[in-house]
């Protein structure tokens, strides 16, 4: 089994890439701690439900957890596009390196720097006072690691099939804007007239932040629990096994 | 003994505008031990014959034969006997040139200490050493392309393809890129590269191709080919105005002693068998006309002369 050695050893290096500018760790980090802290006391008074226990940070921290995998993950396709012009990727496909390995251990590390993201916005939130289920806290960052290799996948199959860092903005923009409302990241949808909560089921994102929502509130039995799982782990199949059959047939 | 060997090799690409012949059936046959050349202008079809032998695109015709396995049906089998090194080079620039060498042999499934071992053979066998612990993003032209180079070698492969290795380079590091080569191939391995520099063809390859619109146009050594422009080169330049080159070549084209005459810009292309004898006929003959001589410049053939005589075009005019 060479996919896991791999994997494992372009996984490595691919981290210690990252690592070496940890400043983009942080730049991701940027627009979502914003929110947290320059939105989130708006909705102090519009949020219903809250009681002991439970706060508007309860209701809005999930959805930024989503918006940070949109803002970090979801733009990951830039990387491969100044990757492949540098002829990083077409080196490896002439080493008998497994085809699937660099995309999986890209989109392994993706998903744990925004897991790392999630852990150091979830602090910040905390010491703003949210009150979650602690467990639940844990769940939704277990729920986070599919959704970024599911995102990051997805943008690096944009990116090789786009080739250009011209054509890939707009494009994650034109995606991002309209998902990141529809999803009732920043209001629930609970408040959205009928057609807009329509809408919104179309949004992958909508269930993800519905599960985490859960999560939060400690309901670990409520359906939006496995239906959030289910989809972001089928999601997270489909992106990889797509942008794996890209990669390998990828040129410059 | 081949150790390439193709057969109508073609590859036609589908674009907006239709489809188009990159590659129109290259026949070639590359021998075991040689630097072999491919000469050609941008857009000739060198990088897609090239990148078709290394297995990274499929040919949409004919065959060929790669370190004794067959292109089409052992793809895996010929990645483990070749080495690629593309234009681009494909350096992971944040990591060091031995980071980006130990990773390349844990590729090629070589244990982690065998790994750490081949990478210092490498950066002592390119001279990697004053800058190997460096992150590449900081290295020269010079020494990025030697770090490219020692990742191709890594699995020691017998045939290493190498594409516009010395493109951007100054002439110095260009000089010590082709003694790396030279050595490669005195130790033993097949070296097949693509250049547009005549110079570099000329002077590195044991024999080379002349490919130009997709198409093999001539064959051979340097010598070879240069000896088929026989004799030498005779450059004039006239007086531009009033048709005097037009009826310089006219005039010139009906003497014994001139084996050709080719209109090129602003100058006459003259092929003579021997030019320190033709030098003073030809001036003789364009004073008898009146015309005036301004400059006159004497030559033995280059690979440049072969490229026009094939094909009509001068090499050179395509880099400018």
């Known amino acids: ?218 309901n670990y039995g409520d359906s939006a629990v496995w239906i959030g799982f289910v989809l972001v782990l089928a999601l997270a199949a489909v992106c990889v096994y797509w942008a794996a059959s890209i990669f390998r047939r990828a040129t410059a | 003994m081949s150790i390439i060997e193709t057969v109508g090799l073609s590859k036609t690409f589908k674009t907006r505008q239709g489809l188009v012949e990159a590659v129109k059936g290259v026949d070639m046959r590359v021998e075991k031990g040689e630097i072999f050349g491919f000469l050609g202008p941008n857009g000739a079809g060198k990088t897609t014959t090239m990148r078709m032998l290394a297995t990274l695109m499929q040919p949409s015709g004919g065959r060929a034969m790669v370190a004794g396995y067959d292109l089409a049906r052992e793809a895996g089998k010929v990645r483990e006997q070749i080495g690629y090194v593309s234009q681009a080079g494909g350096v992971e620039v944040a990591a060091t040139g031995r980071e980006n060498l130990i990773l390349q042999a844990r590729l090629y499934r070589l244990s982690a200490s065998r790994a750490k071992e081949r990478a210092q053979e490498l950066i002592i066998a390119l001279q990697l050493e004053s800058f190997a612990d460096r992150a590449a993003k900081t290295y020269s032209g010079g020494q990025k392309r030697r770090l490219d180079i020692a990742l191709g070698m890594t699995h020691q492969p ?57 198409k093999i146009v001539a064959e051979g050594t340097p010598d070879e080919l240069k000896r088929q422009v026989a004799g030498d080169v005779v450059t004039i330049g006239l007086d531009t105005h009033n048709g005097a080159l037009k009826q310089g070549q006219d005039l010139l084209a009906t003497q014994d002693f001139v084996r050709e005459v080719q209109l090129d810009h602003d100058h006459l292309r003259l092929y003579v068998e021997r030019g320190e004898q033709a030098l003073p006929l030809i001036l003789r003959v364009l004073d008898g ?32």
Request: net charge neutral; aromatic share 8%; glycine share 8%.
């Open chain 1, 1 to 218: 089994m060479y996919l896991l050695s791999d994997t494992w050893l372009l996984f490595k290096s691919y981290l210690q890439s990252t690592l070496r500018q940890p400043i983009w760790i942080g730049v991701a980090l940027f627009t979502p701690i914003c929110y947290l802290l320059l939105f989130a006391p708006l909705l102090e008074k519009m949020i219903t439900g809250t009681g002991p226990g439970k706060n508007s940070l309860t209701v809005f921290t999930p959805g930024v957890l989503v918006m940070l995998g949109m803002f970090g993950s979801l733009f990951v396709g830039f990387s491969i596009i100044a990757d492949l012009r540098a002829g990083v990727v077409e080196r490896l496909r002439v080493t008998p390196v497994t085809r699937l390995a660099p995309l999986l251990a890209r989109a392994l590390r993706d998903a744990l720097i925004l897991l790392v993201q999630c852990v150091l916005l979830i602090v910040v939130a905390y010491l703003m006072g949210l009150k979650a289920d602690f467990g639940g806290v844990l769940l939704s960052l277990v729920l986070v690691v599919p959704m970024g290799i599911a995102l990051a996948s997805f943008s690096y199959a944009l990116g090789l099939l786009l080739k250009s860092e011209d054509a890939i903005a707009p494009l994650l923009n034109i995606l991002t804007t309209p998902l990141l409302l529809l999803s009732g990241i920043l209001l629930p949808l609970t408040l959205a007239p009928e057609w807009l909560q329509g809408a919104a089921k179309i949004s992958p994102f909508y269930y993800v932040v519905n599960a985490t929502r859960a999560l939060f509130d400690g």
């Open chain 2, 158 to 214: 017998p045939l290493l393809f190498l594409d516009e290795p010395t493109t951007g380079l100054d002439p110095q590091s260009r000089a010590h890129l082709w003694e790396e080569v030279r050595k490669l191939r005195n130790e033993g391995t097949t070296v097949f590269l693509t250049t547009h520099y005549l110079d570099e063809a000329d002077a590195l390859c044991d024999r080379l191709c002349i490919i130009d619109g997709g």
């Open chain 2, 289 to 320: 006309a009146g015309l005036n001589l301004q400059t006159i410049a004497l030559a033995r053939p280059s690979l440049d002369d072969v490229f026009l005589r094939q094909t009509g075009r001068s090499l050179r005019e395509d880099e400018a």
